[in-house]
């Protein structure tokens, strides 16, 4: 042995020498590929955000603007279905809208809003005759898209412990829905010859009615915490108090349209609906949080159900309030 030799040169030789064998090689590569996976961490790349849906929406909206101007994007916003434009609309347009609102709560009221156009859209589109199954797969997918978002909305406030806000949403949904779901049912009386395209959207606001009424329950568990923790109820229910003034006076405006028998239909609605308003305010005057919430909640609730049945009579000419109160009695 020449213990003279260098280390460096030592080392060299002996590396040259050493070997592993086959079983070794692929344990010590196992590991090695089990490490590099256990600490990759994504790298972004500086392209992404050309990437990203908002930006790509905000450059479609800035072409239309340089292309059409306002007129174009005001011509697309109020394309019916049938018409060239009405696809745009739904794939362009709105989710612009969407993508440059950062605020929630309005974007979640915009999301309700587009629900209910939908569903506007649907009937008066199903009541014409020869309606195009391309255009009810457009409108079913852009209902049920909202819908969904809608429903993460309203988890995404339960978590947050906003219950009274979830509860409030979800009641939106539920009854635009259940109006709705009666107008669907007349249109289908009307023109038979659509029953396939209004089962797929039947099917679909049905589902989702089952799911707004299961999170109702679930919420109502943790109301009380998510009040008591809140603005007081004097605070909330004069807040509520103005939107249904506002609500009712846009009814009582609209049943003008409406001939005799439908105008004493909704009167006799708005007539319950003011007994539920002196027993919430009572009730509000003897502090109690939690009942003064759901019996706001209540009036909201048949004050837009009414107010999208008072419009679709008035839009689609079919009758929908005689066959509201025939089912009631």
Known sequence: MNTNEPIEAKLERLSKAASLRADEKAEQRAKLQEFMVASRKPVRSPYAIFMSSRIRYAGVFMLLLLVGGTSAFSATESSRPGDALYAVKLKVTEPVRDALTFDREEKTKNTVARADRRLKEFAAFSTNPGTDPETSALIVGSLSE?????????????????????????????????????????????????????????????????????????????????????EPAESKAEETEAALVALRDQVLADIESLDGIDQEVVSSELAEINIIAEEAREVRAEGNIKETYLLYKEMDERLDQLKTLVEADRDLGIGVIDSDAAESE
């Open 146 to 230: 909202s819908i969904a978002e809608i429903n993460e909305d309203v988890a995404e406030l339960a978590v947050a412990g906003e219950t009274d806000e979830a509860l409030s949403t979800n009641a939106d949904l539920q009854s635009l829905l259940s109006a709705h779901k009666l107008v669907l049912t007349r249109v289908r009386e009307r023109n038979p010859e659509t029953a396939a395209e209004l089962e797929a959207v039947s099917s679909s606001v049905d589902s989702a009615l089952a799911n707004t009424e299961n999170v109702e329950g679930a919420l109502d568990d943790n109301l009380d915490a998510a009040l008591s923790e809140e």
